[in-house]
């Protein structure tokens, strides 16, 4: 399967239309707007990231890599914007530009550098007083024994009925719960933000910070020299996939950036990466990773259920990550169906991308879906509208073409036999693959009884 060419080559799939620019690119960087980026930035509001330079041909990354990861790891925030501005630009690339410096195999420790403002942001992300706390028990206060088990010694209480023959009541644990009340007030730091609490300022400052790096990342995953790199870094994985977890709560922007990554990276990800002896950082199972990807595809926000779909229909064709998708097959395939239904275009040929993996790799996707009310019916109505993109009606009629070559789908398939008919001989882009479609339902020895079903509606 070709590597999401759409993101490569800055354009549309097969369109002759003026390629997009790039999400998250800053303001000012492309060739055109460099003479009127100084206009702009003073126009822009001061909260904005940057950049604050032009990188000339010149900057050479071997002599400022360390002066890079140092400026990252530094926290300062001129020193941080300065790092993030230079690789936002430099990780960039047109089609014409033949900049190759900005490899993270020529920058050691760039990426976990990267990640760990992301990290940084992550840990303030959601305020302490939004988070579940501890439900202090009042039922029973006035009691010596509550039925709460320890719940009471939060309240005070610390005198105990002797219990005989339970060996609760010893010195030593009376002793404890006396000073429960003092270790307590000694921890009271504990659950503060820390010495340096952020405002509203800084909050916003660390989360610019961490979409910036998440925007590199990115850009970063559309080089194919970065690709193995980090595929293999299991913090990289994790931390992406978190965001992606949390995308109901987290920074649109940042999810966006997180889904866009593994898209890029999803022909060359193993998901047994978390179960692997390498060290893990966030504790990402394969199981979670998956369940992530599941909650992107079932979201309502097109780009994210459009990448999530193009992610599902990238792995599955691994099979060592086979295995782990078996399982929530039965949702993925009911779910792209119902993209199929959206008047996007862009939904419909991701969805169609993922079918047409599924149904080739596994069997059982095969034979329900040619089950699924409205499948059949949708996948015919992308080949008759058509869809702009000629792949796209391709693989459409390629399912169908899996669907029929199974036993078991022609009787269900036979409903449709005037409809492919009618593509046959008015299309004539799909009229060999509609014909080796009715040859499968009606010539075989073993369908006569079937193919009269069909013609006769017996």
């Not at 690789?87 to 990267?114: H, N, Q, V, W, Y």
């Not at 978190?242 to 193993?270: R, S, W």
């Not at 994210?304 to 792995?315: I, N, P, S, T």
């Not at 693989?395 to 398939?413: C, F, V, Y």
């Amino acid at each position: 399967m070709q590597k999401r060419e759409q993101g490569k080559s800055g354009g549309a799939g097969g369109g002759n239309a003026a390629p997009p620019p790039k999400r998250g690119r800053p303001f000012g960087s492309t060739a055109a707007s460099v003479a009127s980026a100084s206009a702009a930035d003073s126009v822009a509001p001061s909260t904005l990231l940057g950049p604050s330079l032009q990188i000339h041909n010149s900057f050479s990354v071997e002599q400022n890599n360390k002066r890079i990861v140092l400026a990252l790891q530094s926290g300062l925030k001129s020193e941080l914007t300065w790092a993030l501005n230079t690789l936002t630009l430099l990780s960039f690339k047109e089609k014409d530009d033949m900049r190759k410096d900005a490899c993270l195999a020529k920058i050691p420790g760039l990426l976990d550098a990267l990640l760990q403002i992301i990290d940084d942001w992550r840990d303030i992300a959601l305020p302490k007083e939004l988070r579940k706390g501890q439900r202090t028990r009042t039922l029973g206060a006035n009691s010596v024994v509550t039925g709460f088990g320890n719940e009471y010694e939060a309240l005070g209480s610390i005198a105990l009925l002797p219990q005989s023959g339970l060996g609760s009541g010893s010195a030593a644990e009376i002793s404890g719960q006396k000073n429960t009340s003092k270790r307590r007030r000694s921890e009271w730091w504990l659950d503060e933000d820390g010495l340096f609490n952020l405002d509203d300022e800084g909050r916003a400052e660390k989360q610019q910070c961490a979409v910036a790096a998440s925007n590199i990342i990115r850009n970063f995953s559309f080089m194919p020299e970065n690709e193995i790199a980090m595929a293999q870094h299991r913090h990289c994985l994790e931390s992406v996939f978190q965001c992606i977890e949390d995308h109901i709560v987290e920074d649109e922007e940042l999810v966006t950036n997180a889904i866009e990554t593994i898209v890029n990276l999803a022909p060359l990800l193993d998901l047994r990466i978390f179960s692997s002896p390498k060290p893990s950082y966030i504790k990402i199972t394969e199981k979670r990773a998956v369940q992530a990807i599941m909650g992107m595809l079932g979201s309502q926000v097109k780009a994210w259920h459009c990448a999530a779909a193009e992610f599902l229909g990238r792995m599955i064709i691994n099979p060592d990550n086979e295995p782990l998708l078996l399982p929530f097959v039965p949702q993925i395939y009911k779910r792209l169906v119902d993209i199929l239904s959206l008047q996007a275009f862009d939904a419909q040929a991701a969805a169609i991308g993922a079918l047409y993996n599924l149904v080739d790799v596994n069997m059982d996707c095969r034979l329900k879906l040619a089950s699924e009310r409205w499948a059949v019916d949708r996948i015919l109505k992308v080949i008759k509208t058509p869809h702009p993109v000629p792949e796209v009606c391709r693989k459409a009629a390629m399912i169908i073409e899996h669907l029929a070559s199974d036993p078991q789908n022609r009787t269900s398939l036979l409903a449709y036999e005037n409809a492919f008919a009618e593509i046959l001989f008015s299309d004539g882009r799909h009229s060999d693959t509609f014909a080796r479609i009715l040859f499968e339902l009606t010539s075989k020895p073993n369908n006569k009884i079937a193919a009269a079903r069909g013609i006769w509606g017996m």
